[in-house]
């Protein structure tokens, strides 16, 4: 669900990097299934365990570490070994082979910094103050305004009517 306060900040350098982070996510994504293609034929990323058993059967030696060396598979499979818990297939659209903007549109949310609630509804009477302010003949005349406590404010008159009458 996307907040609608005010926007206070937006922090670019962490969202970069984890964009970089999500595009080394496909990217590896992409290197898992050539990987999987070299051994398999096929570019389906499936388990390790389906991997093994399908090195062994194409062997025909049950040890699969020696079954790749046998076979030559040592790089891909190694780089798949390393790799296959560390892709996110969650952020990724398949189909398109690109980031999800959904995960990207999550990103931008996460290092947006927003008023909060509070904030928010005090920046609304700020702003409606700001834009009555603008309004005033005399600039002057702010001056008029007191207050004792920080909580309630009042307009000393007879101030505003000298101002008024220099003017």
């Known amino acids: ?12 350098a962490s969202f970069e990097a984890e964009i970089k982070n999500l595009n080394d ?13 070299k051994i398999t034929g096929s570019g389906e990323i499936k ?3 389906y991997l093994n058993t ?18 030559d598979f040592e790089i891909p499979y190694n780089f798949i070994q390393n790799n296959i818990n560390n892709v996110d297939v969650s952020k990724i659209d ?4 690109i980031v999800l903007k959904q995960a990207i549109e999550e990103l931008k949310e996460q290092f947006t910094y927003r008023l909060t609630d509070k904030a928010q509804a005090d920046y609304v009477i ?3 103050i700001a834009d009555l302010y603008g309004k005033l003949s005399n600039i002057q005349v702010l001056n008029t305004i007191n207050s004792f406590d920080y909580s309630n404010y009042n307009i000393d008159v007879f101030a505003l009517n000298s101002i008024s009458q220099l003017n």
């Not at 005010?6 to 670019?12: E, G, M, P, W, Y």
């Not at 996510?25 to 293609?37: H, I, P, V």
């Not at 399908?54 to 076979?71: M, Q, R, W, Y």
């Open 54 to 71: 399908f090195i062994t059967s194409l062997s025909g030696f049950p040890n699969v570490e020696a079954s790749v060396k046998l076979l």
């Open 25 to 37: 996510n496909l990217e590896r994504y992409f290197q898992l299934e050539k990987s999987f293609e």
């Open 126 to 128: 700020l702003k409606k």
């Open 47 to 49: 388990t390790i365990e």
């Open 1 to 12: 669900m996307k907040k609608e306060n005010t926007i206070v900040s937006f922090n670019d």
């Open 94 to 97: 398949l189909v398109s082979r």
